[in-house]
């Protein structure tokens, strides 16, 4: 007997702190739940939680202007960067502070983060 199970939806959790983003056609909102990340597209009623877990709550959120890739930032410093036409993990990084804010430049080469001891 084989089982298809595949990870979807996280049910039970709610939206602790951390950035609130939308996608650039506005139609899809991506927010940190704890240690994950779900995606809720507001024009069809579907939400997707992410298969990334990380090990604390991620605190603050940047999407590019092309919407492809997502940095993630944990409450202990350490940053994700995630492709979210794969919806997986391409690098990690960890820092000595925590970060406060990320943003990503308009032409989407370039990010800058705010890293504070607070």
């Given at each position: 007997m084989k089982f298809g199970y595949k990870f979807s939806n996280l049910l039970g959790t709610v939206y602790r702190s951390g950035d609130i983003l939308f996608t650039k056609?506005?139609?899809?909102?991506?927010?940190?739940?704890?240690?994950?990340?779900?995606?809720?597209?507001?024009?069809?009623?579907?939400?997707?939680?992410?298969?990334?877990?990380?090990?604390?709550?991620?605190?603050?959120?940047?999407?590019?202007?092309?919407?492809?890739?997502?940095?993630?930032?944990?409450g202990d410093g350490e940053l994700h960067f995630i492709n979210l036409m794969f919806k997986n993990i391409i690098y990690r990084k960890r820092l000595k502070g925590k970060v406060k804010n990320i943003t990503f430049s308009p032409c989407g080469k370039y990010f800058a983060l705010s890293v504070g001891n607070n």
């Open positions: 056609d506005g139609n899809t909102l991506i927010c940190p739940v704890g240690n994950k990340i779900s995606l809720y597209d507001l024009k069809n009623n579907k939400a997707i939680t992410l298969p990334i877990e990380a090990r604390f709550n991620y605190r603050s959120l940047a999407l590019s202007p092309n919407g492809c890739i997502l940095i993630a930032a944990q």
